[in-house]
């Protein structure tokens, strides 16, 4: 796939469609209509399980006090509901075998985790 560090929706067209010997437009069309059956199984209230990949679901988050960070004012933030996904444990197996890969740890994004 592309040389960017992320991945996007055409450099999944083109990977699949190389991948399974189908043109960019049908595969598009694919991508689309998976990535919509996920979109509205959500809108649904309903969780997604992928075999092997993982889970789409829907998770509450509650209310709570937050702080602007430019003015340092107390801000009220209201109970949200917001898509998550949770990795399988086949999934989850090889990025605990990565864990240990510092070249594959110098590619990720974010931040460490301090406890």
Known sequence: M???KNIT???????IASRAGM??????IIVENFLDA????LIEGKNIEIRGFGRFKLR?????TARN?????????DAQIRPVFEASRELSKIFDEKSADAEFIGNIEGEEDNG
Do not use: C, W, Y
């Open 9 to 15: 929706k055409k450099d999944l067209v083109e990977e």
């Open 38 to 41: 996920i979109f509205n199984a």
């Open 2 to 4: 592309g040389a960017s």
């Open 69 to 77: 960070p430019r003015t340092g004012e107390k801000v009220s933030i």
């Open 23 to 28: 043109t960019q437009v049908d595969t598009k």
């Open 60 to 64: 509450m988050r509650g209310a709570r």
